[in-house]
């Protein structure tokens, strides 16, 4: 599999009457058997707030060296589809149980996601390749 890009971001409100803002989006836009997919995970941002105490995640920035960061919500859509063959290829996600949503991320190892994102970055390709 073959990563070419991950970010997140929050989600702002686009009308005054919905709920939005309550919102991050995750999106990874990979290669797998040979096909382009762009998996987006769209979750509740509260759960980023319940995670130290719900689980091994600690800290919501993985990496800032002042020019680059890398935040939680950067790797939810890759960590989820390195993590669980059956989101491979789905464009959409939604979590709205933060049981279900820390169960996703349970064995995750952030520091390897962390290096991923940063190769894309740094490669002359654009893209890193993932051995799932």
């Given at each position: 599999m073959y990563i070419y890009n991950c970010h997140g971001y929050e989600l702002v409100k686009a009308q005054s009457n919905t709920s939005e803002d309550f919102f991050n989006r995750s999106e990874v836009e990979y290669e797998y058997n040979g096909q382009k997919y762009v998996t987006s995970v769209l979750y509740v941002r509260f759960f980023e707030e319940q995670l130290p105490e719900m689980s091994e995640v600690k800290t919501t920035?993985?990496?800032?060296?002042?020019?680059?960061?890398?935040?939680f919500r950067d790797l939810v859509a890759l960590a989820?589809?390195?993590?669980?063959?059956?989101?491979?290829?789905?464009?959409?996600?939604?979590?709205n149980e933060i049981n279900e949503f820390v169960n996703e991320l349970k064995g995750v190892d952030f520091d390897q996601l962390v290096g991923y994102a940063r190769g894309i970055k740094q490669s002359t390709s654009k893209r890193v390749e993932v051995t799932i």
């Amino acid at each position: 599999m073959y990563i070419y890009n991950c970010h997140g971001y929050e989600l702002v409100k686009a009308q005054s009457n919905t709920s939005e803002d309550f919102f991050n989006r995750s999106e990874v836009e990979y290669e797998y058997n040979g096909q382009k997919y762009v998996t987006s995970v769209l979750y509740v941002r509260f759960f980023e707030e319940q995670l130290p105490e719900m689980s091994e995640v600690k800290t919501t920035v993985f990496y800032d060296n002042g020019d680059e960061s890398i935040y939680f919500r950067d790797l939810v859509a890759l960590a989820f589809i390195i993590n669980n063959p059956s989101y491979r290829g789905r464009k959409r996600i939604y979590i709205n149980e933060i049981n279900e949503f820390v169960n996703e991320l349970k064995g995750v190892d952030f520091d390897q996601l962390v290096g991923y994102a940063r190769g894309i970055k740094q490669s002359t390709s654009k893209r890193v390749e993932v051995t799932i």
